[in-house]
Each structure stands twice: as C-alpha cells, then as structure tokens.
C-alpha cells in the first residue's frame, strides 16, 4: 500500500533534486529555446531537462503511476495514480534571472483531469528562496515545518490578490476586462508570474487571494491543494471545479466575494 507520507516524501525529494538542476542551469544563463502558443510563451532547455529529470526518476521509482508534464505530455499507469509536473512554472520570470519560479508536482488520484481528480500530495518549491511548500490530503499545509492558514478576516475591499495573464492576446484582452472591475475594489494586485507560487502565497497568508482563467492543470494541481488544506478554497464559478474557464482560491468569504465579481 502506498502512503500519503511516503507520496509526499518522494515529491519533496524529487522537487529538491530538480530545483537544484534549474537553479544551477539558471547560473550558467538561459536560452529561449521556443516560443510556443506566442511569442510570450518560452520554453528554455532547463524546462525540458528538469522535466526529463523528474520523470526519468518517477520512471525508476513508481514505474506503474501515470504522468502529466507541461512539456512532455501524458503516459497512463495501472496504478491510478498520476503525477502532475510543472518543471518550471514561472518561465518567463526565470529566464529573466527573477527568482520567483518553481517545481511544482502534485499526486492525483482518479481521471487526470481537474475536474475529476482527487488530489493526494502538492509540493511546490522555489528553489531561489529554498521554500518547499507542501500538502497531504487531510493532513494539512506546511512551509517546512510550519503550518499554514489562509488569512480569514479580509473582505474584498480590504484584500490583496494575485493574479496572472494567459500567453494568448485575445485571453489577454478578456483578462484585462476583468481586472478593470477587480482592481477599483481590492487593496492592490499582484501579478507575482508562477501561479503555484501565487496559490502558495493565498495558503501562507501572503496574499488574500488569487483568480486567474486559462490555467493548465499542472499550474494548479500541487497549489490548489495547498490552499485548501490551509483552510482556504479553491474552485471555479458555481461549484465547478478549477480549470481552465477559472480558478478562484481565498478564504471561503473572500472567494464568494470575488466569484460574484468574477461572475459577471
Ligand atoms: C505560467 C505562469 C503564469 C501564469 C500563466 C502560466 P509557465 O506558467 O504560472 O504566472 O499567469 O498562466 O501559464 O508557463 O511559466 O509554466
Ligand atoms: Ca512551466
């Protein structure tokens, strides 16, 4: 029988071994490789090698689970299990030599698919600041060894939140549509440019909340976990699950506030 714990143990270890490949690529300075949707979405060599690292030692270590990577696709596995890789998310700030990317890896269990899976483990690790985040199902969210809660007596007016823009013009358009009704109402913004680091955040208590549409599940698969055992929730609009239409995490108040903004 496969653990939780034991789940969570090899994510954190996996994590740390890659964040060191993407920070020590980052030191010998990084090349665009691509573009890939448009000319703002870039994949460096490190993406794909920190993606190769990981999944050659899922490979090794739980050769029967499935796999969903950023750059290198899908694999089914018998086990039920899959694991959710994004290598570096945060790209663009990473080429840019800006330390605010990650290693984000999450163990779903069910259909590999947000709406359906049943998140197990979320580990999100930024190597720059050395912050492993993590999260078993039922156990609670950690920064290390401390225990994280989402901050629970912010409304609307009083709420800084976090949010980011698709790679895609026409999204970006929309997008900016809604932060044009959000932001008059809000503290301020951030657009910190890793969205597991910003989902991260909303479960340390530094930021009030998140919303961003246009996600791919491996943006979100480790850091909605992360919110909602610190407390927090996260989803899309009317009970929809997260996904690519939306995702809204904060605190339960907060995230009824904004789904009405958001919903219009
Ligand atoms: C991106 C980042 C960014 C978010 C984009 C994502 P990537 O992921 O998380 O903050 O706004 O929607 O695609 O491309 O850096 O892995
Ligand atoms: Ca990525």
């Known amino acids: 029988m496969t653990t939780n714990a034991a789940l969570r143990d090899l994510a954190i270890d996996i994590a740390t071994e890659a964040g060191e490949l993407a920070q020590r690529r980052r030191s010998e300075g990084v090349a665009i490789t691509a573009t890939k949707t448009a000319l ?7 993406d794909r090698e920190v993606e190769d690292l990981i999944r050659t030692r899922l490979a ?4 029967d689970d499935g796999f969903l990577g950023e750059e290198s696709g899908a694999a089914g596995g018998a086990s039920g299990f899959t694991w959710v890789i994004d290598p570096i998310d945060g790209t663009v700030n990473y080429a840019y030599g800006i330390p605010a ?9 069910g259909t590999p698919d947000p709406a359906q899976w049943r998140a197990r483990v979320g580990v999100v690790h930024n190597p720059m600041t ?9 156990e609670g969210a950690y920064l290390g060894s401390r225990r994280l809660t989402v901050n629970t007596t912010v409304d609307a007016a009083g709420a800084l939140v976090g949010t980011g823009f698709g790679y895609e013009a026409q999204r ?3 997008q900016f549509e ?4 959000v932001l008059p109402i809000v503290r301020d913004i951030r657009r910190l440019g890793a969205a597991s680091l910003d989902l991260a955040s909303v479960a340390a208590g530094r930021l009030d909340a998140y919303y961003e549409r246009g996600l791919w599940p491996w943006d979100h698969a480790a850091g909605a976990l992360l919110v909602t055992e610190a407390g927090g929730r996260c989803g899309g609009i009317d009970g929809a699950a997260a996904g690519r239409d939306l995702l809204i995490a904060a605190a339960p108040e907060l995230y009824a506030q904004l789904e009405a903004i958001l919903s219009r």
Request: aromatic fraction near 6%.
């Open 40 to 46: 703002a979405d870039i994949v460096t060599e490190a």
């Open 60 to 63: 090794a270590e739980r050769p």
């Open 101 to 109: 990317f990650a290693v984000s890896i999450a163990v779903v269990e």
């Open 130 to 138: 050395r912050e492993m985040f993590h999260a078993v199902v039922g």
């Open 172 to 174: 970006r358009v929309e």
């Open 178 to 181: 809604v932060l044009s009704r």
